[in-house]
């Protein structure tokens, strides 16, 4: 599902030296795997899963998502795919203060490169919601809400389109223990569903449920 070939990230800021953000990073990810990625503040996690997602391009190298060569798309190509392929998830939940949870949720079935379905999307939203245990919560803002509470809205949202791919970058890292291990379970039921869960942790007990654990030490990768 996800071929990384010597991809590489270097960034290039304000005049100050270059940044080599991932070096020759080479990276399989089947179908329905859960993989972890660790590693120290700076060693290129977030700019490893911004160009899993699709936000960002490779320097160099090759990427394949689903057989589709993203370091050759163009920025529309990249938009689409990440609409209908991908789900987000935040360690800071990005949900928007002035719409209520059952708004956040329809919010990317209405954007464009969405796919047309057959359920109206206040209806699929109702029914995410439900299944992420807030279904007495639909009218809640974030405000209103826990921080367990905000994170499995924004998983519900992560699933409108219905993505084959999750990303999530610390998605436990704000939480309590016990909201914590809600979400994982949450991920973790995405995963048996056949999706793919990528997500970037700190937490040895969240690392722990993934299948595969992925080192990143100064921009180069190391399987554990
Ligand atoms: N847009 C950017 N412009 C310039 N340098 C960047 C940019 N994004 C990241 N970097 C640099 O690339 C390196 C890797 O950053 P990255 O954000 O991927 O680290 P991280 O592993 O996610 O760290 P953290 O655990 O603190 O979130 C860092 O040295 C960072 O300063
Ligand atoms: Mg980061």
């Known amino acids: 599902m996800i071929e990384l070939e010597q ?49 960002d391009r490779p320097t160099s190298g090759r990427y394949l998502f689903e057989g589709h060569d993203v370091a050759g798309a163009s920025d529309r190509q990249l938009s689409r795919l990440r609409a209908r392929r991908i789900g987000f998830i935040f360690q800071s939940f990005h949900l928007l203060d002035r719409i209520t949870a059952l708004e956040q949720v329809e919010l990317p079935a209405l954007y464009q490169g969405a796919r047309a379905h057959p359920v109206a999307p206040r209806e699929r939203a109702r029914a995410l919601l439900t299944r992420v245990g807030l279904a007495d919560r639909l009218r809640h803002y974030p405000s209103q809400l826990s921080g367990g509470e905000q994170q499995r809205v924004a998983v519900a949202r992560a699933l409108m389109n219905d993505p084959s791919l999750i990303l999530a970058d ?21 995963r048996e569903e056949g999706r793919t869960v990528i997500l970037v942790t700190h937490d040895d007990a969240v690392a722990r449920r993934a299948q595969r654990q992925v080192l990143l030490r100064d921009g180069n990768m190391e399987t554990a």
């Open 7 to 55: 991809v590489t990230k270097t960034f290039v800021a304000g005049g100050a030296k270059p940044v080599r953000a991932l070096q020759a990073i080479v990276l399989r990810i089947e179908r329905g795997e859960m993989v972890a990625i660790r590693g120290a503040s700076g060693s290129g996690k977030s700019s490893l899963l911004n160009i899993l997602g699709c936000l």
């Open 170 to 190: 610390e998605p436990t890292g704000n939480l309590d223990a016990a909201a914590g291990r809600e979400v994982m379970a949450l991920l973790a039921e995405l």
